[in-house]
Each structure stands twice: as C-alpha cells, then as structure tokens.
C-alpha cells in the first residue's frame, strides 16, 4: 500500500502530535533557507491547528528547549549543527523526540567522504573520489578522475563551496575555495548525464524528480534562485528504469541508517547506469524545494506532507 493510497486522518495525526517546536535558522552557512523552511513548517502545522513553538537555534538553544514542555521536535536546520547529528544529540539528551534520522545517520550524511566510503562497502555504486589535501598530486588526482570533476566541502549542503573543474590548476584552485567552507574536501569524478533527486517518506519512495539546470550543475543559484531551472516530474525514465531507480534510493537511504524521511540525490551516465552522489537528511523545504514537489506528484500536498513529517515524533 502507497502512502498515496493508506488513510490518513489529519485531525487525529495533529491532536496527536501535541506541543512541537519548530527548529529552525541555526549558524550554518544554509541559515537563510533554514529560516524560509522552518516557516514553511510553522505554518502548514498551524494550519492544522498544531500547537508549535518556533525556535531558532542560533542562540541559546539548550535554554529555549528547556524553557518549553516539548511533546516532540520538527527539526529544520539544514547544514553544520542542525543536519550532522549535534542537534539530534542534545535533543535524545534532553528526551525530546524528533523527527528524520538519529545522531550516527545524521552524522555520517553530513559527511560525504565516509557515505562514499560506506557505500562502496556494501557495494552500491557511486562515481570515483578522492579526499584532497594542500599536498595532493593535482595532475595526478585528476587524471585519476577521469579529466573532470566536482569538488565539494565534504560537510556543506546545498553545492556551498562546489566547483565543476578540468585542469589541474583549476582543481587546486576549487580546492582552495572549498576548504573556506571545510577541512575535509571531497573531489569526484565528474559524470556526464542526466540527475535525478528520489525523496524518501515513512520507508517509501515517492515519485523522482528530474533536474535540468540551465547552469554547469544543480548549483545554490539553481537550487534556490534561478527561475529556469527545471524540474521533470514524471522524470522520463521507462518504468523499469524508474523502479531501479528508486529501489537504489531506498538501498543507499537504509544502508546509511537514515529514517523518517530525506532526499537521495543520483546521477545516470550516457549509458544509463546510476551512481549514487549523497543523502540529504533535512532537505530544504522552500518554495524550490524537491521534497515537496515529489510529495505533491504522489498526491500530497505540503500541508499534509509536513504533518506527516511532524508525525514521526509520535513514534519515536
């Protein structure tokens, strides 16, 4: 049964849920999306009549959870010390109940390096990389990449610090850039073809999304900014390749420990074949944002998306 298809009674849900703060803005260099997701979420839940408790976690945020009595936590901080498993941490510490992934998944996706790693070790299938240093051999590092690459802080979301590359000269300089953001840089090989986003909700797969930047990748402009980016939903694929797609989601979403809900983001070479690039374990939730896009192709809409998120807490 498809979440589509199972009952769902929004009052009940919303009576059950009780007193929920809304996490949101931080000290991340993605506190301004943070701001416009967490009110997203503030307001779709009040919409509800949910009683929520908006906090932003840029000061004093141990105090404000203490201040409160908490059935329950919506967590909508993207990047550093909301997405990495900090904020996931204090919240079990203080036993408040939350939604989306626990502290290791959380963590291990916020770096991408060790999601690489680990995938590689379960053999699922991801584009070539390497971790860069100040020392690397840049010829070397390239030439192993196969002539072009994307280098990316191995922490950041939203293709902060990323650059797409093609000379050695240009791989240090975007290495020189990225480590601004990070001191553990990530390089990869750089795959020509299509992208595709699979949001993950309560253990499913909702429809995938495909992305067509009119840019070099799906950069913050893109992401964010840019009205003409654009966003193939039903993605194109034929029906086998779709479910391949999507049952390689799920396998890379469970095999890093991630619940609750999150985005699996996935290129397809010329001939087809994917490879898995990271798991975003708070994705944005914005008037741009994939999740609810997705959402609204399997017939839900944001509202009820976010109540369905919030519900976690009543589970946990």
């Not at 609810?292 to 919030?310: G, H, N, S, V, Y």
Request: glycine letters at 8%; one cysteine or more.
């Amino acid at each position: 049964m498809t979440l589509k298809q199972t009952a769902f009674d929004a009052k009940a849900v919303a009576q059950k849920i009780g007193r929920i703060a809304v996490l949101f803005g931080g000290n991340s260099a993605e506190r301004e999306i943070s701001l416009q997701s967490g009110a997203a979420a503030i307001e779709a839940l009040q919409s509800f009549g949910v009683d929520v408790v908006a906090i932003d976690t840029q000061e004093n945020a141990v105090a404000q959870l203490q201040q409160q009595e908490l059935s329950g936590a919506f967590i909508a901080l993207h990047g550093v010390g909301g997405e990495d498993g900090k904020i996931q941490g204090l919240l079990e510490f203080l036993n408040i109940p939350y939604t989306g992934s626990g502290v290791l998944a959380s963590s291990l996706c916020m770096d991408k390096l060790r999601t690489k790693q680990l995938w590689s070790g379960v053999n699922l299938p991801s584009a070539q990389y390497l971790a860069l240093e100040k020392s690397t051999d840049w010829v070397q590092a390239l030439a192993y990449l196969g002539g072009e690459a994307m280098v990316k802080p191995a922490h950041e979301g939203s293709s902060i610090g990323m650059s797409r590359v093609n000379t050695p000269q240009a791989l240090k300089k975007a290495y020189e850039e990225a480590a601004q953001y990070d001191t553990s840089v990530l390089a990869e090989q750089f795959i020509v073809g299509a992208e595709y986003t699979v949001a993950i909700l309560n253990g499913e797969a909702l429809p995938p999304i495909r992305l067509q930047p009119n840019s070099d990748f799906y950069d913050f402009n893109a992401k964010y900014l840019a009205d003409d980016t654009q966003y193939l939903c039903p993605c194109g694929l034929a029906q086998a390749k779709e479910t391949e797609l999507k049952q390689l989601a799920k396998a890379a979403f469970t095999a890093v420990g991630a619940e609750g809900w999150g985005r699996v983001d996935i290129m397809a070479n010329a001939a087809g074949e994917f490879y898995l690039l990271e798991v975003n374990t708070v994705p944005g939730l914005t008037g741009h944002s994939l999740v609810p896009m997705a959402a609204q192709a399997a017939d839900i809409d944001f509202e009820t998306l976010i109540l369905r998120i919030a519900a976690q807490v009543t589970a946990n």
